[in-house]
């Protein structure tokens, strides 16, 4: 059985972006609520080169349905040429919480 609510998260390479990425798909009801982590050290392989940044990771809880879009909307905001953006299932929770989860993005 799929899930019906999902986290979908992404990582930035600054503070300012993770912030105007989390307020902007909050106000576009494309996820309920957004938390940013960071700084956060990444360590991956790029044009055969290993590198070490700092990013800032942004966790959107959002209703399954409504993935997709939030998906194009960060692939549409976001700066790096290959974007993380990985969905993740809710597979429990709090029933009030993830009622509310579901109405925000209405």
Same mark, same amino acid.
């Given at each position: 059985?799929? $899930? ?22 909050? @106000? $576009?009801?494309?996820?309920?609520? $957004? ?20 990013? #800032?990771? %942004? ?7 409504? $993935?997709?879009?939030? @998906?194009? =909307? ?5 700066? =790096? ?16 919480? !993830?009622? #509310? !989860? %579901? @109405?925000?993005?209405?």
């Amino acid at each position: 059985m799929p $899930a019906d609510h999902v986290v979908v998260t992404t990582t930035v390479d600054k503070e300012a972006t993770a912030r105007n990425i989390a307020t902007s798909a909050v @106000e $576009a009801r494309l996820a309920a609520c $957004a938390q940013i982590v960071g700084p956060i050290t990444s360590v991956y392989r790029w044009d055969d080169e290993v590198r070490v940044d700092n990013e #800032w990771r %942004v966790e959107c809880k959002t209703a399954t349905d409504r $993935a997709g879009a939030l @998906e194009e =909307f960060l692939n549409v905001r976001h700066g =790096f040429d290959l974007p993380e953006i990985i969905v993740t299932p809710i597979v429990g929770g709090s029933p009030r919480y !993830l009622s #509310w !989860l %579901v @109405e925000q993005t209405r």
